[in-house]
């Protein structure tokens, strides 16, 4: 275990971890009810898909927000790689386990919506593929890390949090790149998204922001807290 | 409808899980340092 000092990030310390969790966690309660109630009372029902369009409202930012954390890892393991310093290792690790989670919910999401807008659950289109190898790839990170832990390990899979963000702009071209079933999201053009969708969109978006920032401090105190009780074990010992 | 309500069911149900995952690994990270303090 390479724990140089404990905590290694020292904006998670017992008080503030206390003081961040008193305003994280009603806040972000209360984003997600007025984003699920706006999911399913305010924005207008859309004409072909009916109410199973409303999934978009929360598989889009889960999307999103997987993206956001596979990007973490990806800055995290850079600066991991260069400084050898176990909190980007930590926050890597802590990053991709939440958008494993958050990617899981898209590919659960998405074949539910698509059986009702194409009459199948999956097909091997461009951008679920991608999508499903991006997974796989960060399932394989998270694999790896539950073994035994040593640097040369956290060394190869900062490594493979590296190589496997590269997937995430083919997810995003993958829509115009290849030709593909996959609806393209239109925002800020004439005949886009009605505003009413557009606000739902955004309203939702904040919410799995705050609901990621919020298990990413969880996640990584956690983590603090492990290498804390392998310090303290090896004193004992 | 059935399938927005099974979309949202399987959302809440993995996040829920997740959440209660984390919490337990943090409450038997939180036993084994107290077992230690007291040792």
Do not use: C
Request: glycine fraction near 6%; charge should be positive; charged fraction near 15%.
């Amino acid at each position: 275990m390479s724990t140089a000092t404990i905590p290694y990030w020292k904006i998670l310390s017992d008080y503030t971890t206390r003081r961040i969790y008193q305003v994280l966690l009603p806040l972000t309660f209360l984003v997600i009810a007025i984003a699920l109630s706006m999911a399913l009372w305010y924005a207008p029902r859309e004409a072909t898909m009916g109410d199973a369009q409303r999934i978009f409202y929360f598989h889009v930012p889960s999307a999103w927000i997987g993206f956001l954390a596979f990007f973490i890892v990806f800055v995290s393991s850079v600066l991991y790689l260069l400084k050898g310093d176990r909190k980007w290792d930590a926050l890597a690790l802590s990053s991709a386990e939440i958008g494993v989670v958050f990617t899981t919910l898209v590919l659960l999401t998405g074949p539910i919506w698509a059986k009702a807008a194409w009459g199948a659950f999956w097909v091997w289109d461009a951008r679920l593929t991608t999508t499903l190898i991006l997974w796989f790839i960060y399932v394989g990170y998270l694999t790896l890390r539950s073994t035994v832990e040593d640097v040369r390990k956290a060394r190869l899979a900062a490594v493979l949090g590296i190589v496997g963000f590269l997937d995430v702009p083919v997810i995003y071209i993958s829509v115009t790149v290849w030709r593909t079933m996959h609806p393209t999201l239109v925002v800020n053009e004439p005949g886009g998204l009605d505003p009413a969708m557009r606000t739902t969109l955004m309203v939702a978006l904040a919410s799995f922001t705050l609901l990621y920032s919020l298990l990413l401090v969880a996640r990584l105190r956690l983590e603090q807290k492990r290498d804390w009780l392998a310090v303290k074990s090896a004193q004992e010992s | 409808m059935e399938n927005l309500i099974v979309a949202y069911l399987m959302i809440f149900v993995v996040l829920v899980g997740y959440g209660w995952s984390l919490y337990q690994r943090t409450r038997g990270t939180n036993q084994a340092l107290r077992a230690l303090d007291e040792k």
